[in-house]
């Protein structure tokens, strides 16, 4: 019967809200800290990034997480937490130890921010897309 609801709700229910939240209060939860080592930094927008040694590619990650009855925080914390777990270990197959200009890419639309990212949000699915420049920085 829930399924059959599901199926048969509202197209309010598929609408995604989208929700711009701060950078700082998802990596700064100790989920991240422990998810997210050292080794790989990340530079939002335009945050000044010093020399570049090396660059290796541009990167997308995209990545959704189940909603349902979660607050918009934990729903989006989540998946934009797993979009940057996605970007650190494309860092570490490469050798690099920053992921620079780290852009909102949500169905390729670029949102660019020091210090938030957007995330969509509906009944049941939250979603946060990320691109970068996976680079080696000289002075890290």
Known sequence: MAAALLLTAS????????????????????????????????????????????TFDQFVSNRKTNAFAKS???????????????LHQRADELGANAVIHIVSYY?????????????HKGFLMAGVALRGDVVRLADH
């Open 72 to 86: 918009d925080d934990a729903a989006c914390q989540r998946a934009f937490l797993s979009a940057l777990i996605s």
């Open 107 to 119: 169905r390729k639309h670029e949102v660019s921010s020091d210090t938030e990212y957007e995330c």
């Open 11 to 54: 197209p309010s229910f598929a609408a995604d809200d989208v929700i711009m939240l701060p950078v700082a209060n998802a990596i700064n939860t100790p989920e991240a800290q422990q998810k997210l080592p050292s080794s790989v930094k990340f530079y939002f927008g335009n945050q000044p990034v010093g020399r570049i040694a090396q």
